[in-house]
Nanobody, 124 residues
Framework: VQLQASGGGLVQAGDSLRLSCAAS?????????MGWFRQAPGKEREFIAR???????DIADSMRGRFTLSRDNAKNTVYLLMSSLKPEDTAVYYC??????????????????WGKGTLVTVSS
């Protein structure tokens, strides 16, 4: 399974940005749960959101209301729409896939596959 994250870049505070994560590979199927994580410089990796194959989404408390997660199973792609971005949102954003939708696995970063990440920089 390969996960390709894209859509990162340099934006200003208050802007919106949509990240995409395209999955491919013979062993990937739409039943995989998908998630987004981020890691800011000098900080530990942080869970952002997860979504089940049928679209049941769960956003971390600190980002709920600003971040929205969706997926297009026909395209094997997951989208993270981020709005009202803040400088503290600056981080490398990673997508990941899991055969399990268990929240604990996502909270622990216990995923089956990881993408390489895309950098989001929010200037003040």
């Amino acid at each position: 399974v390969q996960l390709q994250a894209s859509g990162g870049g340099l934006v200003q505070a208050g802007d919106s940005l949509r990240l995409s994560c395209a999955a491919s590979g013979r062993t990937f199927n739409s039943y995989f749960a998908m998630g987004w994580f981020r890691q800011a410089p000098g900080k530990e990796r942080e869970f952002i959101a997860r979504i089940s194959w049928f679209g049941n989404a769960d956003i971390a408390d600190s980002m709920r209301g600003r971040f929205t997660l969706s997926r297009d199973n026909a395209k094997n792609t997951v989208y993270l729409l981020m709005s009202s971005l803040k400088p503290e949102d600056t981080a490398v954003y990673y997508c990941a896939a899991s055969a399990s939708f268990m929240r604990e696995r996502f909270m622990n970063g216990d995923m089956d596959y990881w993408g390489k990440g895309t950098l989001v920089t929010v200037s003040s």
